[in-house]
């Protein structure tokens, strides 16, 4: 990696500069690997051990306060794209801190996977970070524009933009948000060309990459996430693909699925379940068809993981659910 020759080289240098402790300096987290950081600092790239406390530690994007040779704590985040950790836990996984631009990422090789795209969207609002999604190997799509408008379509409020790391078709496009002062996270599932756009953007080839299977999915290369300085100034970190992306709440949901929201809020009443209620505004909406049901469908479902992963991760919300169908167990009861 280029070595960085001072902290105003660095995005985001002056707010996190102000919270080191003293006798500490600041370094960018470029890499994770266990408790040792690939960091980026005022001479350039250093590896240190972390010797913090906390929930989770440093993620990749991190700014750390370094004492010596060690990083002894993270610095306030401004933004965070956090999934919920793979498998029966409900911890948060922050997946990439301090990032302005989350590039959410999919293929145009076979059938739009447009639910994918909402669930990402989602998670990339609550990010705090604003999303774009970028949909490569358009040279292998018979018709680029038809596939786009079918994702634009359903991603509200957020360019769409198509590419190819073979012809470098829309690389530029893409180039052009990651200036100056900007720091991207590429995130999206195995085999959807993450690493070879990554390399594209670069000019160099920073990630690995691996041949097309039979079918025209791509195979997972990268392994771990990491930070790159492009030749523009800005930085964007390359993220190993998501088997499964679960949603750490409902942070993100409205942005993400802003046409149902927009229509639930002239239903008739309040506590609308957009179901048989008359003056539902959402049904008829999809009566007229101004909405596409399977965006309510999809919507309904995410609503009820994020009350799940809610009630796993909060006491409060668990109680307070329980005490919910007590109460309605009685009432039935009664009735």
């Not at 993620?59 to 002894?72: P, T």
């Not at 085999?191 to 041949?211: E, M, P």
């Not at 802003?258 to 309040?270: I, L, P, Q, S």
Request: hydrophobic share 45%; aromatic share 2%; glycine share 10%.
């Amino acid at each position: 990696m280029p070595p960085v020759s001072d902290l105003s080289a660095l995005p985001c240098a002056v707010a996190p500069v102000s919270e080191v402790p003293e006798g500490c300096s600041a370094a960018r987290v470029a890499r994770v690997d266990r408790a040792l950081l690939t960091v980026l600092t005022a001479d350039g790239e250093r590896r240190v051990p972390w010797s913090g406390s906390g929930d989770g530690g440093p993620a990749v994007g991190d700014w750390v306060a370094l004492r010596g040779e060690r990083a002894v704590s993270v610095l306030p985040r401004r933004t965070a794209f956090v999934r919920t950790a793979a498998g029966r836990t409900s911890a948060p996984q922050v997946v990439a801190a301090n990032v302005d631009l989350v590039l959410v990422v999919d293929s145009l090789v076979g059938e739009a996977r447009l639910r994918r795209v909402e669930r990402y969207l989602a998670v990339a609002w609550a990010s705090g970070a604003t999303p774009v999604v970028v949909l490569t190997k358009a040279d292998l799509c018979p018709d680029v524009p038809a596939a786009v408008a079918a994702v634009a379509e359903d991603a509200i409020g957020v360019d769409v933009l198509a590419v190819s790391a073979v012809t470098g078709e829309g690389v530029a496009q893409v180039a052009a948000r990651i200036g100056p002062g900007c720091t991207a996270v590429m995130v999206g599932p195995s085999g959807v060309g993450k690493s070879s756009l990554t390399n594209a953007l670069a000019g160099r080839s920073v990630a690995g990459t691996a041949g097309i299977r039979a079918d025209g999915r791509g195979r997972h290369t990268t392994t771990a996430r990491e930070l790159h300085q492009l030749p523009g100034g800005g930085l964007l970190i390359d993220t190993p693909g998501m088997r499964e992306l679960a949603l750490p709440g409902a942070d993100g949901l409205d942005a993400a699925y802003a046409d149902v929201t927009g229509w639930a809020t002239e239903c008739r009443f309040r506590d609308c379940a957009h179901r048989t209620e008359p003056g539902c505004a959402v049904a008829a909406a999809i009566e007229r068809g101004d909405l596409d049901p399977a965006r309510l469908t999809a919507w309904r479902k995410l609503q009820a993981e994020a009350h799940r992963q809610e009630l796993r991760s909060d006491a409060r919300a668990r109680a307070a659910e329980t005490a919910r169908l007590r109460s309605l167990h009685r009432q039935l009861r009664a009735r």
